[in-house]
């Protein structure tokens, strides 16, 4: 028998919350999330670096209609529009029918992701093995990459200029390659390193041959044979490699994880699970209000510097010359924009409950994160969102029904991290963080829910159809 609820319980269900699960919000939501997820996971598997991310996402956006950006045009209302920055990032906008004067609606996302890239010189033989040295890009833990399957994704340029694309280690009968880890039997001197040192960034060099070439008289006999190999399949020397960009990822494919098949695994998540999600969306987006843009950027693991970097001026200057061709004043613009730094945060992880702080942390399945900051300790280095822009994009994602969470990463004085907030701020960009809670972050291997992945894509349509 049901026993009648107190008043304080009644008061309590009225004024307490509790964050729902997402797979709850609706009787097909982990249906419609799977159907999602499986364009998602073909995204993370053709897109292995940021330059093959832009090349996916520009066909997707070429299939759906969208014409290369002419400055000086005056474009029309849904009008669809993108260009393609160095080959690295990329921006796709669909122009609204209020006067740009009014602001634009941004989704940022990044598609850089951590990795070991080789070095300048990275070609060597020792005890007969060939190997490539790397240096590794991002905040790894550089533990978590030695004895796993790795593939070398990147561009070579030959001397007269010519572009070769590398790609070995991702279809069925490729080779791959791997970092060796000492055996246990033999690790006492490496057991007594700190974690952090376990591996070192010079121990991070990669096997890729073993065998010789046929004449006996010659020195490097194994790095000749990798080198002849490489020459025979890209018609590329040593020499060669001083003007490439050539990177190691794993050679893993995104999968389902769990019995009930409810969460992503895949490296490259970090962020190309935002980035996704926000190409969608903007695809998707028909004759809206305010003009939007969906920006997939780079170098966000490292900073946003450099040209395809947020910390650069490309895309306030996409933005600067649409409003001059509708003859709207870019600061007038700027200031009523509104922008979601689309980026992931940390998902609560019951292994390792000492990091976080439960009633401040965001989980998986719990829906997307909202970040007021980010930073670190004292929200160094943080975009800190006004109340103001908080409750303007929570009455949004409610409307239409957006399953969402707020949160921090983590414990305070734990550590933190940044996004690209805060380099859209700076113009005058009222900017707040949101993205896909992830466990296993910047490994090789992380893991996302579903659900979560496809409250992100509701959220950045919504956003995109927004009326105010």
């Known amino acids: 028998m049901n026993k009648e609820k107190t008043k304080g319980q009644l008061l309590a269900d009225e004024l307490f919350y509790e964050a729902p699960l997402a797979a709850d919000s609706a009787a097909d939501a982990f249906e419609k999330a799977n159907a999602f997820c499986e364009g998602y996971k073909t995204f993370l598997d053709e897109g292995k670096t940021e330059r093959e991310c832009t090349s996916y996402a520009e066909k997707m956006l070429v299939e759906a209609g969208y014409k290369p950006f002419e400055p000086g045009v005056a474009y029309q209302p849904g009008d669809k529009i993108y260009t393609v920055n160095r080959a690295k990032s990329i921006l796709a906008a669909t122009i609204g029918t209020k006067s740009m004067a009014e602001g634009m609606h941004l989704n940022i996302a990044h598609v850089d992701a951590p990795r070991l890239d080789l070095k300048p010189n990275p070609l060597y033989q020792s005890a007969d093995l060939a190997l490539l040295q790397t240096h590794y890009y991002g905040g790894i833990r550089k533990y978590q990459w030695p004895t ?8 070579v340029f030959k ?12 279809k069925p009968g490729d080779p791959v390659f791997c970092i060796t880890d000492l055996l246990p039997h033999l690790g006492a001197e490496q057991n007594a390193r700190k974690l952090s040192e376990g591996i070192t960034g010079e121990e991070l060099n990669i096997v890729v041959g073993s065998l010789p070439y046929e004449d006996e008289e010659v020195k490097d006999r194994v790095k000749l044979l990798t080198m002849k190999l490489l020459n025979e399949m890209y018609g590329i020397t040593e020499r060669d490699f001083n003007r490439a960009e050539i990177e190691a990822v794993p050679a893993q494919k995104a999968v389902d994880v769990g019995f009930d098949r409810g969460l992503v695994g895949a490296y490259g998540q970090d962020d190309r699970i935002d980035a996704y999600p926000a190409l969608v969306a903007e695809i998707e987006t028909k004759n809206p209000a305010f003009t939007t ?4 950027t780079d170098k966000e693991e490292i900073g946003s510097d450099g040209p395809t970097g947020l910390a650069s001026m490309y895309v306030f200057h996409f933005m600067q010359q649409l409003c001059a061709a509708h003859g709207v004043d870019s600061i007038t613009c700027f200031k009523a924009s509104k922008c979601l730094s689309a980026d992931v945060t940390a998902a609560y992880d019951p292994t390792f409950s000492s990091a976080f702080e439960p009633q401040n942390s965001t989980y998986a399945g719990k829906g997307v994160a909202l970040a007021k900051y980010t930073g670190s300790r004292g929200k ?3 975009n800190d969102a006004s109340a103001e822009l908080v409750s303007y994009f929570t009455r949004i ?5 957006v399953v969402w969470q707020l949160g921090e990463m983590g414990k305070v004085d734990q550590g933190g991290g940044g996004t690209v907030a805060k380099y859209v701020a700076a113009h005058d960009i009222d900017t707040l ?4 809670p ?6 090789p291997f992380e893991l996302a829910s579903k659900v979560d992945i496809y409250m992100a894509y509701k959220a950045f349509k919504a956003f995109n159809e927004a009326q105010e």
């Open 397 to 401: 994602f409610d409307d239409a029904g």
């Open 148 to 155: 796993l399957p790795l593939a070398l994704h990147g561009v």
């Open 433 to 436: 963080d949101v993205g896909v």
């Open 159 to 170: 001397k007269n200029g010519e572009k070769v694309e590398i790609n070995i280690g991702e």
């Open 293 to 296: 843009v969906c920006v997939l």
């Open 380 to 382: 160094g280095g943080a």
């Open 438 to 443: 992830v466990l296993s972050m910047h490994s």
